[in-house]
């Protein structure tokens, strides 16, 4: 059986250091901007949580005020038919 992947997806942990020029906001806009979806942004523990594309994880340390972006898990995606991130456009029974 082919093994079909749509996509590698990262969660990610990246720390934050603001600064007067970017403010927490600011800075999980650039995330945003980036292609994470955000699952939660604590401002007073200075981390943000979410999920990406595993290609764009490495860039985004380059964003103004992100210190530090960990990886906690990286799995394949298979998206159903009818979603636009389905890239093989075939309908398969959960494994």
């Not at 530090?68 to 990286?74: D, E, I, K």
């Amino acid at each position: 059986m082919p093994n079909y992947q749509d996509a590698y997806i990262s969660d990610i942990l990246a720390t934050v250091e603001e600064t007067p020029d970017y403010a927490f906001d600011k800075i999980v806009d650039g995330l945003t901007k980036a292609g994470v979806q955000i699952a939660s942004a604590d401002k007073d523990e200075c981390v943000i949580e979410g999920t990406v594309d595993a290609a764009k994880v490495r860039g985004l340390e380059e964003i103004p005020g992100i210190k530090y972006v960990r990886t906690l898990f990286t799995y394949v995606a298979d998206y159903p038919p009818g979603d636009p991130r389905d890239l093989d456009k075939v309908g398969r029974e959960a494994e």
